[in-house]
């Protein structure tokens, strides 16, 4: 019987076969490479966002506010890898992406559908929308089947307004909500749950994450105004135009909308 492999770092982490996966279309094009690995490394960024982001949930869920807010924190500190991730094509001249553009045929970072996960388990409007309908079209049998599991989960805005109505809260309507944004953001009063300062903190943190996505959908559309200007994207889409136009959607309009909630209670002091 022969001995086991023993585990050494290059078949830990598969490294013959992660290295393999690197396959450019085009000849003669080296930037190529350097474009395939980028996506690559966002797209194993996406897988671990989506399992800290799941938990996150399944915590709040359970009532768990302050492992939640630990989770959140993470899937920041992910973000900020996939914004520094994007970096090293800011240093491909235009040029040298268009020598294999034309291999890139109908795909798209629209069709991501891991990105499109993200957005819809964070509980974005625009997935379940119009323009989500016709994204989730265009991709392959297995994706859109995982996504359509994904849209009929629990989101994480509906798991923080759980907590809420368990902290006694009305939660039944847009201006219930506010008005409970703005008690827990006061400085806390006697008679005040304890809890109340780890909802303020997990809004904090969800308020933090949709910041960081608004950053990464800045710098993504940056990079393809400096690689395509103003012509369209691949895949069928208005390239910049596109992209510009959703730098700012909110995942938690609502926490963005109420940041003044608790300030004439604290300035009445």
């Not at 086991?4 to 003669?28: F, H, I, K, M, W």
């Not at 671990?48 to 506010?65: H, I, K, P």
């Not at 807010?69 to 500190?77: E, I, P, W, Y």
């Not at 994480?156 to 809420?164: F, I, N, S």
Request: aromatic fraction near 8%; include cysteine; charged fraction near 25%.
């Amino acid at each position: 019987m022969s001995e086991p492999e023993p585990v050494t770092y290059e078949n830990y982490l598969r490294l013959p076969e992660l290295l393999s996966l690197q396959v450019p279309l085009a000849d003669g094009v080296a930037d190529e490479l350097l474009f395939i690995a980028v996506h690559q490394v966002q797209e194993l960024w996406f897988g671990q966002l989506l399992r800290d982001l799941s938990d996150a949930r399944e915590r709040m869920l359970e009532g768990d506010a302050r492992a939640a807010r630990a989770r959140l924190a993470r899937g920041v500190s992910v973000t900020r890898a996939l914004i520094a991730g994007i970096h090293p094509l800011r240093a491909m001249p235009p040029r040298e992406f268009h020598a294999f553009r034309g291999v890139l045929g109908s795909s798209s970072g629209a069709q991501s559908a891991q990105y499109l996960e993200i957005a819809a388990l964070c509980g974005a409007d625009w997935v379940r929308g119009e323009y989500g309908a016709r994204v989730i079209a265009g991709l392959g049998a297995r994706e859109r089947e995982r996504l359509r599991g994904r849209l009929a989960e629990p989101t994480l805005w509906e798991a923080y307004v759980g907590l809420l109505a368990k902290a006694g809260f009305a939660v039944g309507s847009p201006e219930e909500r506010r008005e409970a944004f703005g008690r827990i953001a006061a400085e806390p009063r006697d008679g005040d749950p304890a809890e109340f300062a780890e909802l303020w903190e997990l809004s904090e943190a969800l308020v933090d994450l949709d910041e960081i996505w608004t950053e990464w959908r800045a710098c993504h559309a940056l990079l393809v105004e400096r690689q395509i200007g103003g012509r369209p994207g691949t895949g069928g889409s208005s390239g910049v135009a596109h992209l510009r136009a959703a730098v700012y959607r909110r995942f938690y309009p609502e926490l963005w909308e109420a940041r003044d909630a608790g300030l004439p209670a604290l300035a009445g002091r």
